[in-house]
């Protein structure tokens, strides 16, 4: 195919909220430019950029998918994102290597949760935004309605551009501010006649042209001066500053459509290449030289060295690995070596292509400011560089948010803990949003991600592509046992067999630590009453018994045991012996010294809309919290509260219902602290009975 120069590719990420109509308008615009022959529809299974069983399934989108549109002789590079909280910071990525956002806003249902989530991250990584009321074919569907919604969530910057030509199923095509022409769009083909403006709608699309050029002309002192003057500026004038404006994110304009009918969509395509910024004025993507130094903003020039940043992993049970990539400088033609960077390794880049969907296009070269991929690397993964070995430069990989849940997770058939995991890693390679671990302490795999959806997509998808299945279950808590007080106890171990017997003696002080103080072993034996030999025994045993407490079998920690006296026998003591004195020592020792349970605290940041703040104050004081701090930010408040694990397990979905999916947190842990005793109670009587459940 054709090899595109920066400055006629423009690579758009598509944003909004779940069920706005990203994956319909990517199959409208493939249809419209004749990169597929049938217009795909999401609720029959046949969107190019939802080809997943599990995204077919639930029609809906779970991963970013790519797909390309040849139209008006430039190359608009399509990702669609996902929009549900689950899976929206899947979209991180692809904002970070867009040149431009496209946010999709629903006609009828304005502007929702994940859309300002979405227009967040454009604002956050400095890309130029536009707006798409989409769906405004829908019963119901409103412009007016649904700008005053966007002007109420993002200021009097958002401006349209285009009117709609008739509303809901009347809707027919848009009036075009700009030009000041409407056009009329036929069917779903996509083609469409220009004509004038209807007498009907003049007026209302002069009203929006002054308002437009009111706004364009603020963005330059000239213009505005000519605007005081004239009145009005010509529309090439309009134009100019209109890409300018745009390029520096200080307008965003508003258009309409409705991808599911075709109407509109060709429209947005148009100003797509006409306004928005190709991939060669891209600024933002800084790079530090391998080795330390200052970092540098990188231009996309095509007769600069080769490098790119790899923003996203596909993983193929067949195909193995696909590594999705920007240029950001030079040429890479297919079969090119360059080095990743971060682990110094060269990769071949054969066989390269570009996404449509799951089509692969062959590709002979990728230009900077193209969008590419390349099967099999050997060592690359998301976030990493890849350069010409004559200029290594390190970009910075996108920062996903800390998982907010926790699944353990085991094998439903015995013996596939290893298939497990090997799986799950291979999964982590395509979401960074996903983390896989095992606890030390309880010993569980631990799957954790941005919700219970999360995590079950995950577990089907293991299942389809590797064929292992996997229990779902909540983690346990990692609890920990110390003491309170202070005992000195004699333990005596005495047995006699057939041949020669055990014996051991051993007296012993234990008494608590410092939070965190861990385990201190303390040898104060004077005179030989506990020969040299058998006291590594006598810490060992120790050692041993840390790892089940008296209450509720958890480990032990935070305390000293102090070994000051005991006995022998010269034939029938051994190592054996005084490991089993110890034993018996250090159990009748923390029974004597207060035993208490500890649970770890964790410190979150929950982030909530100003209106849910009582609620959630209410809810975290029921979990036990002790509320730190607020701050504001933006619309909304941050709580940084103290708050057990225990109690946070479940707290994604409450916090979901309770700010409509519009409330995020992440914690770490702070600190352990005792449990209080009527929680203790009831955690040590249900690891009692799990107890007497194994022995049955």
Known sequence: MKVYGPQDIRNVVLLGHGGTGKTTLTSAMLFASKGVSRFGKVDDGTAPTDFEEDEIQRKLSISTSLAFAEWAKAKINILDTPGYGNFIADARGPVRVADTALVLVNAVSGVEVMTAKGFEYAEEFKVPRLLLVNKMDRENASFSRTLASIHENFGRLAVPVFLPLGQEKDFVGVVDLVKGKAHRYKDESGAYTEEEIPADMAEEASTARAALVEMVAELDEKLMEKYFEAGDLTAEELASALRIGIAQDKIFPVLCASSAKNVGVADVMNFLVDFTPPASSKVGFLAAPKGGGEEVDVAADVDAPASAFVFKTISDPAQGRISVFRVVSGKVPTDATLTNVGR????????????????????????????????????????????????????????????????????????????????????????????????????????????????????????????????????????????????????????????????????????????????????????????????????KGMHESLEHGVLAGYPVVDLRVTLFDGGFHPVDSSEMAFKIAAHMGFKEAMDKCRPTLLEPVMLAEVVVPEENMGDVMGDLNSRRGRIQGMNQKGPNQIIKVQVPLSEMLTYASTLKSITAGRGSFSMEFFQYEEVPSQVQQKIVEEAKKAKEAEKE
């Open 344 to 539: 110094d390794v060269p990769e071949r880049m054969a066989g390269m292509f570009f996404l449509r969907g799951k089509e692969h296009v062959k590709a002979d070269e990728a230009q900077a400011g193209d969008i590419a991929a390349v099967m099999k690397l050997k060592e690359t993964h998301t976030g990493d560089s890849l350069c010409a070995k004559e200029h290594l430069l390190v970009f910075p990989p996108v920062k996903y948010p800390i998982p907010a849940i926790s699944f353990a997770v085991e094998p439903k058939s015995r013996g596939d803990e290893e298939k497990i995991m090997s799986a799950l890693q291979r999964m982590t390679d395509e979401d960074p949003n996903l983390k896989v671990g095992r606890d030390p302490q309880t010993h569980e795999t631990l799957v954790s991600g941005s919700g219970s959806q999360h995590v079950e997509v995950v577990a089907a998808r293991v299942h389809r592509r590797y064929g292992v299945e996997m229990v779902i279950k909540q983690p346990k808590v990692p609890y920990r046992e110390t003491i309170k007080g202070r005992a000195e106890v004699h333990a005596r171990h005495k047995k006699q067999t057939g041949g020669h017997g055990q014996f051991a003696d051993i007296q012993i002080k234990m008494e608590p630590l410092t939070r965190g103080g861990g385990f201190e072993f303390k040898d104060e034996i004077f005179g030989g009453a506990v020969p040299r030999n058998y006291i590594p025994a006598v810490e």
